[in-house]
Nanobody
Framework: QVYLMESGGGSVQAGGSLRLSCKAT????????MGWYRRRPGQEREMVAT???????DYSDAAQGRFTISRDNVRRTVSLQMNSLKPEDTGVYYC????????WGRGTQVTVSS
């Protein structure tokens, strides 16, 4: 069974940084694309960043230039470095295994105050 466990959320002032991490168990991690998604208050869940098993990345327009997704296939982790955070980045961030059907972590709260 696949488990995804996020960590690293918290509260920060605008302009600050946070690093999210996700540990995966129960899969041959290097074979699969992984992603970070978020659900902002009153909004649908949306893609933030994705990374293939080989390390190719994709970002939402909102994340481009401020966030960096990375993975460690040995440790089976995927991380999201978030810099220059804005209040509109506030939300619950989810790690996802991008294999149909997607597998989701439980989420970690990120709160950015102005």
């Amino acid at each position: 069974q696949v488990y995804l466990m996020e960590s690293g959320g918290g509260s920060v002032q605008a302009g600050g940084s946070l690093r999210l991490s996700c540990k995966a168990t129960g899969i041959n991690f290097r074979l699969y694309s992984m992603g970070w998604y978020r659900r902002r208050p009153g909004q649908e869940r949306e893609m933030v960043a994705t990374i293939t098993g080989g390390g190719a990345t994709d970002y939402s327009d909102a994340a481009q230039g401020r966030f960096t997704i990375s993975r460690d296939n040995v440790r089976r982790t995927v991380s999201l470095q978030m810099n220059s955070l804005k209040p509109e980045d506030t939300g619950v961030y989810y790690c996802a295994l991008l294999r149909e059907p997607y597998v989701w972590g439980r989420g970690t709260q990120v709160t950015v105050s102005s």
